[in-house]
């Protein structure tokens, strides 16, 4: 609980980051020099146009892919130490991640998919856990269907509730709201935000949504593979409509 929080303690410590491709034209850089500190418990927002690296950040960041070169420490575990048995203990003991793209399983319900993190953990009723979760982002109605049956924004709210049944040390969402109406996006926000203050959960969000970035503690700008930490609020009406525009 929050009493038993340092917050001078470093939740992700990333050094001179640096992620590069092999493609048919040639090498390409993704992310280039990147350094950022998150303490334990902090909310961070990163913007950016669409293709600057965000979600690259986001899987290095929760040690779901290897970087060219440069250092990520996470919960003071250096990643560039571990192998992948150890990257994927590590994550499913500290880590939860909602993906842009949902990654639910296709072939379980959407209460099984919230259920399967939380029975892996061995947490005690699980079932029940899950339910409540998929209560709390307004789907107590389609805890039987399958992802194919579910709207893209059900199917995002499905993959949130599977994200906090854990309550995991550090939260990583790339576009949380990004499919969901102002109302279901507000309600999504403020369970992020209730987690990141009753559990002290670190949240790292990837948004295009100003209004959520503004109501994180910091807020990062990716542009082209490199981060800056700009004053959002002093941002020129140009800068603002590209951190904001919307994907695709
Ligand atoms: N494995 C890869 N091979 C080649 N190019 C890649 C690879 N992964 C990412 N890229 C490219 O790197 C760039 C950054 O991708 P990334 O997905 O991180 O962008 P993003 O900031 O999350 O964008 P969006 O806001 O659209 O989600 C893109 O131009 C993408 O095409
Ligand atoms: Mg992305």
């Known amino acids: 609980m929050s009493n038993n929080i340092d917050r001078n303690i470093s939740a992700i410590t990333v050094t001179n980051l640096n992620k590069t491709v092999v493609t048919q034209e040639g090498e390409l850089t993704i992310l280039n020099g990147i350094n950022i500190e998150v303490k334990q418990g902090d909310s961070i927002a990163i913007l950016g146009p669409s293709g600057s690296g965000k979600s690259t950040l986001l899987g290095l960041l929760a040690a779901l892919d290897t970087p060219s070169s440069g250092e990520i420490v996470l919960d003071g575990v250096a990643l560039s130490g571990l192998n992948e048995e150890q990257k994927a203990a590590l994550r499913k003991k500290k880590v939860s991640f909602i993906f842009q793209s949902f990654m639910l399983v296709d072939t379980l319900t959407a209460l099984e998919n919230v259920m399967l993190p939380a029975e892996l953990s061995g947490v005690k ?11 709390r982002v307004g789907l107590s109605h389609r805890l039987n269907h399958l992802p194919k049956q579910l709207s893209g ?3 995002q709210r499905v993959a949130i509730a599977r994200a906090f049944i854990c309550e995991p040390k550090v939260l990583f969402a790339d576009e949380p709201t990004g499919n969901l109406d102002s109302v279901n996006g507000d309600k999504i ?3 992020l935000f209730a987690l990141n203050q009753e559990s002290d959960t670190t949240l790292v969000l990837v ?5 959520l970035a503004k109501r994180c503690g910091r807020q990062l700008v990716m542009e082209n593979g490199h981060l800056s930490e700009p004053n ?5 009406s140009q800068q603002h409509s590209e951190f904001t525009a919307e994907v695709n």
Not at 207 to 211: E, F, K, Q, R
């Open 125 to 135: 009723d699980a079932k029940q856990k899950a339910q409540s979760m998929l209560e």
């Open 153 to 155: 924004g059900e199917q």
């Open 189 to 191: 926000a403020d369970m």
């Open 207 to 211: 948004t295009h949504d100003l209004h």
């Open 232 to 236: 959002v609020v002093n941002l020129s």
